[in-house]
């Protein structure tokens, strides 16, 4: 782990996949990492040790982010501990799919509640309270482009999420702060290895030019440039860190 930057990032979502390589990554460029779960406290515990073993410094936060009083509760533990918040990474989220014809309200509503009103709530927040300087991140999806058959919902919260990334970014002049995103494509994680056959992630693997599956710490390097000193004159960008699938 790197000496410690004197810099404060939350992680949401940041106790398992892609979420916690961002986390591990962060910590590592010696960012102070506050990593939020909603339901993992073991992941995120174990996590928080494995940062500290290895020199970093990092602590667990229990929120719902698709509950604005649990968000600014967040914020607020992280302002009193460590004396406010320079960075907020959007990872927190979850994935659905059924054609649009066969789609219920519960999977509409929970996609919207988490992707899309949970990013509304960390970036309203983080608007108000981010320290001058602030890097934000929010995660997409390379989805926005695919548009493949049962991701519609999906799709369509990431999307919005971009859209508030690029206005987002124009509202916070005056402040140089950024704010873009990251669109990964199918990456290696359990949660999307987890009921698929070999054949569909070999398939899968070889649609990218480079033909293997993404990595967590390929998003994760991608996150670490646009929080580091590397990524400040990108602003309002969506990076799609996706080996080229499209």
Do not use: C
């Amino acid at each position: 782990m790197s000496n410690a930057n004197g810099k404060v990032a939350i992680v949401t979502g940041g106790s398992r996949g892609i979420g916690a390589a961002i986390a591990e990554r962060l910590a590592g460029d010696g960012f102070t990492v506050v990593i939020n779960y909603a339901g993992g406290a073991a992941d995120a515990e174990a996590l928080v040790g494995k940062i500290e073993k290895a020199g970093g410094r990092a602590v667990a936060a229990q929120a719902d982010v698709s509950d604005p009083a649990a968000v600014a509760r967040m914020f607020d533990m992280a302002d009193a501990a460590f004396g406010g918040v320079d960075v907020i990474v959007n990872n927190a989220g979850i994935m659905r799919l059924a054609a649009i014809a066969e789609a219920d309200d519960a999977l509409f509503d929970s996609q919207m509640a988490i992707n899309l009103k949970g990013t509304f709530n960390t970036l309203r927040e983080a608007s108000r309270r981010l320290r001058n300087g602030g890097r934000i991140v929010n995660l997409s999806s390379s989805q926005t482009g695919l548009l493949s058959p049962s991701y519609g919902v999906y799709a369509a919260t990431k999307a919005a999420v971009e859209a508030m990334t690029h206005v987002l970014s124009k509202e916070l002049r005056g402040r140089n702060i950024t704010v873009n995103a990251v669109a990964p494509g199918p990456t290696a994680t359990k949660l999307f290895l987890d009921g698929k056959t070999r054949e569909v992630i070999d398939h899968l693997a070889k649609l990218a030019p480079l033909e293997r599956l993404g990595q967590p710490t390929d998003v994760a390097a991608a996150v670490s440039f646009l929080a580091g000193p590397d990524g400040a004159w990108i602003n309002g960008q969506v990076l799609r860190a996706n080996g080229g699938i499209i």
